[in-house]
């Protein structure tokens, strides 16, 4: 039997070879988080979503309105995020139940929201806020006990070494960049990203991702090769072999898939992470008004875990360093319930039982199963094909109270006797134990 939270056999000796065995050790804490905070947060913040009366922008500000480095610039002499407050975001963070965080460290525009000794296009020299925010993030999140984790650029609109037509071609066919150079070396851009992932790993302590993006860029271009992605690779294995690399760095035995704004459908072979927005966009948008509901949140969440995967929700930091208020009224509703519930998302995962249970969705830990129930049934029992354990007990999850649930045997399935009233929450959860 394979472990849902760290994927390991009960005897400790399937494991198929020693390789596996590193992976899996370098995955545990990530099976049992299950559930992140995913920050855009970057000088395109400033905008609030807005350029020349365009209302619909967010983290896509430059290529969107088109704008060129010169004029991008100048954004930074505005950034001052006076009240950034790094134990805030990890105290919120927490109250929600997530237990590590993405942040990030450069997008696509390039600018740089640490101390790089590589450019001078960063958060310290460029802007009056004069300091390295992720050295207080860093600190906050060990403090806090939950992982700190780096977004990290594959495409970018601002290094003169990355010629244009490795950018997004999306809204320009030559390929986007805000000061585009014909002699560009993707050499030496490699070499960038290669160092900056160096001083992301050696000066802001333990790193649980480095969160590549190409967002589009190198599309049809061997990014493995002109980027020399596997000595990348093999330099985060020697520095911090417990950080992970997602799957959007093209090149050998990256750690799990991204699938984004979207779940996928049926359990998955490999770890996954599912990326969606709280709201629309990534980041801060004052325009920004359709938010998903607690309820929503909980739902992905479990439909996410019983797939075997995790969710990583993103929100936009203002460029204040204040979190937009509906995250702050959403978030601790969803970590109320985990509070309550969550033992049927932090010690579950894929159910890997025949069990068929169509009523809703079941999730499956070491030794029970959690029936989540996300909407009346109108009916008084269900029947569950396929299973096969001799339980110890069958309960309703209720924090007031387990309640004890009737059930039989009818040739060979069990008949669960469902209570008359379940729980008011958006989540009714019958637990059996074996
Ligand atoms: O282009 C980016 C986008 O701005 C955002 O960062 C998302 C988050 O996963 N990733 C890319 C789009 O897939």
Redesign the pocket.
Known sequence: MISQCTGRTDSGNQLQSASDEVELERMEWFREAKFGL?L?WGLYSISEGEWGGDTTL???LMIKADIPSSEYEKLAKKFNPVDFNAREWVRVAKAAGMRYIVI?AK??DGFCMYDSKYTEYDILDATPYGKDPMKELAKACREGGIKLCF?Y?I?DWHHPELHQKYN?RKFHPAGFHGNPNPNADIRKYAEYMKNQTQELLSNYGDVGIIWY????AFRGDDMAKLLDTESIIKMIREMQPGCLINDRLAGPGTDYG?P?QHIPEGVQAKPFEV?MTLGRK??WSKYDVDWKTPAQVIFNLVDITSKGGNYLL?IGPKPDGSLPTPATEILPQVGKWLDEYGESVYNAGAIRDQLRFREGIATQGDDKIYLHFFKEIGKETITLEGYFHDHKKIYMLDPSGNKEIKTEKYHGALVLHLPKKLNPNPDRIIVIEY
């Open positions: 995913f855009h967010a983290e896509w990030t997008h696509h977004y650029s495409a997004q993006d190409a967002g589009g991204t984004e990326c990534w980041s993103g």
